[in-house]
């Protein structure tokens, strides 16, 4: 099983749709949760921490659900400047390492 | 603010040749620093990474090697690069338990091996 487990996509949504991606994790040890987005050829951002509690900002709202091991981001009213792929991240078994999950592609057409 | 660069942006190298990139951070002190691959079409793979001056950690076996003689300076190299290293290079920082921050990334470097 991989560490880090995203549906690739596309996810292919008009502007103005509603979108939610989500991520499975392996180690139940798991402390720390990120969402990154990477544009095309181009390095990735952090886009947010993920929090237990669930946090939003802006259109993206994250949540997190540690019982059954997984992290959402829902993105609300998609703009075309949304286009990229979102990268789940957890860290791993060692406090240096983040693993980061293989992305999840989305498409927002006019 | 801290920075971190990168370099080159892209590069193309024949099989068999060696290799060096190399990355710097300024603004930070002990800075954790990392060095991924991304294969095209494919997810971030953790090559080395780094907690301070001359220690490294070595996470996929192969022909990369990777130092850091100072310590904002990570510098990834090989001594004959083979078709399958093609890919994009990443390097990226953290503060010490980045775990709970997350990394930084530099711009990458783009490297054709052919």
């Known amino acids: 099983r991989k560490e880090v487990e995203q549906d690739p996509g596309p996810f292919n949504v008009p502007e103005g749709a509603t979108v939610a991606f989500n991520c499975t994790y392996s180690?139940?040890?798991?402390?720390?949760f990120f969402w990154y987005r990477q544009d095309c050829r181009k390095e990735p951002k952090l886009l947010m921490s993920?929090?237990?509690s669930g946090n939003e900002d802006g259109r993206f709202t994250a949540q997190l659900n540690r019982a059954s091991q997984y992290i959402s981001l829902l993105i609300r009213d998609s703009k075309l400047s949304d286009s990229a792929t979102y990268l789940c991240?957890?860290?791993?078994?060692?406090?240096?390492?983040?693993?980061f999950g293989s992305g999840t592609r989305l498409l927002v057409r006019p | 603010s801290q920075t971190i660069h990168q370099w080159p942006a892209t590069l193309v190298q024949p099989v068999g040749s060696p290799l060096s990139l190399e990355c710097t951070v300024e603004?930070?002190?002990?800075?954790?620093l990392y060095w991924y691959r991304q294969a095209a079409g494919r997810g971030l793979q953790l090559l080395f990474y780094?907690?301070?001056?001359?220690?490294i950690s070595s996470e996929v076996p192969q022909n990369l090697s990777a130092s850091r003689p100072q310590d904002r300076q990570f510098i990834l190299s090989s001594k004959k690069l083979l078709l399958s290293d093609s890919g994009f290079y990443l390097c990226?920082?953290?503060?010490?338990?980045?775990?709970?921050?997350?990394?930084?990334f530099g711009s990458g470097t783009r490297l054709t091996v052919v």
């Open positions: 990226a920082w953290s503060v010490q338990g980045g775990n709970y921050y997350g990394y930084t």
């Open positions: 180690n139940s040890a798991s402390q720390s």
């Open positions: 993920v929090y237990s």
């Open positions: 780094s907690v301070g001056i001359g220690q």
């Open positions: 603004g930070t002190s002990n800075p954790n």
């Open positions: 991240v957890v860290n791993g078994d060692s406090s240096y390492k983040l693993i």
